[in-house]
């Protein structure tokens, strides 16, 4: 069982380093889609337009509070260094790299932390070598291929583990000045990199109160962490604050409903946007073992009492009680579009979880079984991501639905100077190296909200010199003669507002494979629109016959 475990992290370690030569030297064409999620673009042009001159801005035209800032930051110091011509292939591969770094970092915490647990609830040497394989060869072959390159969810993913890793080997509460820096600055970095991950941050936090209450002298490590914590999260929310009337970013205030409880409408949006079926297995199964651990953890401290936890039980109890909250909360307030980066920590825990329970209920067999349960599935899971990618890759090289070559059509089209609005299009908007405001609202901030609410969407757009308007077209269709209705909702005020389009302004047709076929239109939009919007104004005056 040795060598079988440690033969299956040696094939991650190959799969993990594949990865990165693929992320480093394939072009982005074809990683869109692929191994890069759309949000990626939104963080790799905010630190580009950052160091362009533009401040902290997705669109060049107003700051941007839609974004969490862990990634940028890391960016802006790369681009500016790795890549003083800013480059658009180079800034991509910057993102791309700082993401794999994040993941690999992550993955060596997550065998460390593996190990520990494992030999905390008591499976022998033998069979935890083979389970750390199983867990090793599960994150590598099903959670590092996903489409997070250039996103967030791998710095939550590495800042995450490393907590854990360090609880798991030191306790929760240990003493000195360097553990408690450590924890509460991964801690804090954890929230940086997704704001929604301060669950695992309160999780955290009340393990150490329950801790803190049976030893002495533990208060002011308690304190110390909740110091640098607060320290290094501070600075961001109080620039939302100043900057934007508001503690969170905009993003943050549009995916949830909080506190507007409408249990149908969150269920249908986790279960009827972006997760595929085996992230949906994944959240519901993690959901309840979270639940069930978390119980199970209560009752064993009522029992025998906090103090006999080790730090391989604390950080699986900080871990469980993250994911039960941060799950809880999708379930309930999910407003709109759910991807399963939203819980990553979810697959490591659910593996753990699995070989920790297997091992309990059928001894040296049930880890046996759950190993190769989770080396089985990733296999599967594996194959099933290249049988999805190779076709897509072969439809990129035919160039059919080429996104970096459509934001190139775009660059090309749109001359600088002119403002385009609509759309979520975060790649083909970084790609396009246009200003660009973003349509859904997610990469922008509160007064856009404001102002679909208000009717004033139009007013909005010619005051920010808005000349050109992107839309998605789906299915895919001709313009006809009449004109055109772009509609834009607020979900934070839940109200709509739309402006006309003349299709004869239509300058820019390209066909995109999203949705199973998707056009891009991009309209001239200028005085003759202005008059329209003033007619249709002037119309909803009139009564109703």
Partial sequence: MRLVGRTLVALSALLLIALGAVLLLVHPRYLLGTLSGDDAGYYLAVARNYVLGHGFSFDRVAPTNGFNPLMPMLLIPLDRVVA?????????????????AAMVAGWVSLLRLSSRVLSAHGVPEGARDLAVGAVSFWLAAFVAPKGYHGMDAFLVLAAGASYLSGVSAHGILARGARHAVRDGALLALAVLARVDSLPLAMAAFLVMARAERTERGAARALLARLAVFVAGVAPYLLWNLFAFSDWLPISARLKSSFPVLDLATSLRTVFGSSLNLADELVLVLSFAVALGWTAAELRRARRVGPSTATGAHDAMAVLALGLAA????LLLFSRLDVQGSYFILAHPFLALAGLVIGSRVAGGRGN????AALTCAGVA????????????VRAIAAGDGDEWNIGRSVHDAVPEGSVIYGGAFGLIGYIADRAWINGDGVANDHAYQDAIAGGRLAHYLRERSVDVIAVAVSPPREPGRELLTLGAGSPLHAARDSILLDPREIFLRQRMR??????LWLVRWGDTARVQEDEVSSSRLQPSR
Wanted: proline fraction near 5%.
């Fill in 84 to 100: 003083p011509g800013l480059d658009l292939v180079a800034c991509f591969r910057i993102g791309m790299f700082v993401t794999w």
């Fill in 326 to 329: 941060r799950l809880a909360w």
């Fill in 368 to 371: 046996a079984a759950m190993a």
């Fill in 381 to 392: 899971l594996l194959t099933l991501k290249l049988l999805t990618t190779l076709p897509a």
């Fill in 514 to 519: 999203r949705n199973g076929g998707t056009d």
